[in-house]
């Protein structure tokens, strides 16, 4: 049999707000998720992940939308795929848009995902959005003190050596919390690694 | 073995960069796309089903009255939701959003001199049934204005979101119209391929439309399609 042809994908465009992340932005209609993944006392270290998205001149893109897709606090998706599941109640998945921080940031709360199977080092997946994107951008976030595990994850070993820092999060050891840092780079010298998924 | 998801094929899809879509230049990414083996990460993805969905959602003619009705044709918007092996996809989450009939945008950005529908949102969601089918009720978009070219105009459309069974087979795409003489001036519609534009665009059809009510609209969607690949 033929296969079916896949469906084009067309840009997220300026004016998702109201329907994808309509809570955080003020709309009335409800949100299924927003930038806390945190529901009740879900166990694992809570983290917050932070950054900018920044165009080609450098500047900050305001109508970006970013979700990330993560692994709880043993490395267990809540997904059927994943054997393990996860049994602690979390869902794993955010979803925020740069357009209602004063400084253009996403922010998550959520917590440090363990590692899926072994092989992997801690990671987060994220998929960004925005107008002038035709089609919506694959990356990961790994953390700047994971040293020992980054050195061994067979995909950061696929990334040339001097792009991987593109997707390490830095620890901010100023902050009581455990907050980490990573804008993405759409374009320049430090353009993100962006994954064929 | 274990079940993976077949590759995005590159050539129903656009490309990052599209000049004649000007806001590509400094937003799309230049240098290659560095492939993934997936892993669990890739084969899993968030999962929403019906209990997610508020009694409204799918039926943006009421999800957002406010003491009227809003203006405009109503429409059914159906279809289903395939992989590219024709298996249908149960269970699956679909988010749509659109300008109200006279082509604005709730969103506060949205600039375009055209009133707003006091009786209108814009948003709404739906998730699938056991044949893959989902279903909305709405107001047909209209075209508007926007400033990527001299007297750029958008085709009336409607954006949709899907997560698919996995994060792989995401998609976020728009539905256009039997017909609209907008296409063909479009620098978003025509970065598609010339072989897949036709996939973007829905069919107007008797069977969905509901007598005296609203007119039937029918659109299909084509996700990534499982395939076994041996463990190494």
């Not at chain 1, 199977?117 to 003190?145: C, E, K, W």
């Not at chain 2, 000007?22 to 019906?50: D, W």
């Not at chain 2, 994060?167 to 010339?194: E, N």
Request: net charge negative.
């Amino acid at each position: 049999m033929s296969k079916l042809r896949q469906t084009p994908s067309q840009t997220v465009g300026p004016f998702f707000a109201y329907a994808l992340t309509p809570e955080q932005y003020g709309y009335d209609f409800t949100s299924i998720a927003g930038g806390s993944l945190i529901e009740g006392d879900v166990p694992g270290q809570r983290i917050r992940i932070e950054g900018r998205v920044l165009d080609g001149k450098g500047e900050v893109v305001p109508d970006a939308m970013i979700e990330i897709w993560q692994a709880d606090g043993e490395g267990r998706y809540a997904h059927s795929a994943d054997p393990r599941g996860s049994n602690v109640g979390f869902r794993g998945f955010g979803r925020m848009g740069t357009g209602t921080d004063p400084q253009s940031r996403f922010i998550f709360d959520t917590i440090k995902p363990g590692s899926v199977d072994g092989a992997q080092a801690p990671h987060i997946n994220v998929v960004v959005f925005m107008r002038g994107l035709l089609l919506h951008a694959f990356t990961r976030i790994y953390f700047s003190d994971e040293a020992a595990a980054n050195a061994r994850d067979p995909v950061l070993a696929s990334v040339p050596t001097e792009r991987r820092n593109t997707l390490i999060a830095v620890r901010d050891e100023k902050s009581a919390g455990a907050v980490y840092r990573l804008d993405i780079h759409m374009q320049g010298p430090n353009e993100t690694v962006f994954f064929d998924v | 073995m274990t079940e993976t998801y077949a590759p995005r094929d590159w050539s129903s899809q656009p490309p990052y960069l599209h000049p004649d879509y000007k806001s590509t230049v400094l937003r799309a990414p230049t240098k290659p796309l560095i492939p993934i083996r997936q892993s669990l990460s890739e084969i899993t993805g968030p999962v929403y089903g019906h209990e997610s969905l508020g009694k409204l959602d799918a039926d943006l003619t009421r999800n957002a009255i406010k003491g009227g009705e809003p203006i405009g044709e109503r429409i059914v918007v159906t279809g289903r939701v395939l992989d590219e092996n024709g298996r249908p996809q149960p269970n699956m989450l679909i988010e749509i959003w659109q300008a109200n009939a006279a082509g604005r945008y709730v969103h506060v950005v949205d600039q375009h001199p055209a009133p707003l529908d006091p009786n209108f949102l814009g948003g709404g969601r739906c998730v699938t049934d056991s044949e893959g089918r989902y279903k909305f009720t709405t107001i047909k978009p209209g075209a508007y204005p926007w400033g990527n070219h001299e007297n750029a105009w958008r085709p009336a459309h409607i954006h949709f979101s899907l997560f698919g069974p996995s994060l792989s087979t995401r998609l976020v795409t728009q539905m256009y119209f039997p017909g609209d003489p907008l296409l063909a001036f479009d620098p978003i519609y025509m970065g598609t391929p010339a072989d897949c534009r036709e996939l973007l665009i829905s069919r107007f059809m008797l069977e969905h439309t509901q007598p005296s009510f609203a007119l039937g609209y029918e659109f299909d969607f084509v996700l990534r399609g499982r395939r076994q690949t041996p463990v190494e």
